[in-house]
């Protein structure tokens, strides 16, 4: 019996050891959704604390509604700082912005305007579905 628990014993310890190998090499993907630009600034400090404690992580930001004001070409912060350099920043890092159309067309914003950091998508709430279900992207809602 005692050889049996042995031989039990060490596929249990093999089994874990192989889990934890593959836990240690999953890819970190998470998916921030704005929907409203108040809490922009917030939400792109969240992105750059989150790269600087993770660097290999996949960040995708999806934005819809008043969410995609801040991708705006022009758009400023309360105090006046121009958002396209941070979004340009984390754009370097790997960071992906992606723009709801349906809030494009609903808003009758031109696509123009749009910074082209950011990939506009035929919806915003759609995109979250489909990172999140079909990509396995972690859902944060700053």
């Known amino acids: 019996m005692t050889i049996l628990r042995r031989w039990f014993a060490a596929i249990l310890l093999s089994l874990l050891a192989c889990t934890a ?9 998470v998916v921030y959704h704005l929907n409203d630009a108040s809490n922009a600034a917030a939400a792109l400090k969240n992105i750059r604390n989150h790269l600087d404690a993770s660097p290999n992580a996949t960040i995708v930001l999806v934005a819809h509604g008043p969410g995609i004001d ?17 979004v340009r920043e984390l754009a370097r ?41 079909q990509e396995g992207y972690v859902y944060i809602k700053p």
């Open 93 to 133: 890092r790997g960071v992906s912005f992606r723009v709801c159309n349906n809030t494009l067309q609903g808003r009758n914003i031109d696509r123009q305007r749009v910074l082209p950091e950011a990939v506009i998508v035929p919806s915003g709430v759609a995109e979250l579905s489909r990172l999140q279900w």
């Open 21 to 29: 190998a593959n836990a240690a090499q999953k890819e970190e993907k």
């Open 70 to 86: 801040f991708l705006l070409d022009g758009a400023i912060d309360k105090n006046g700082t121009p958002y396209d350099v941070v």
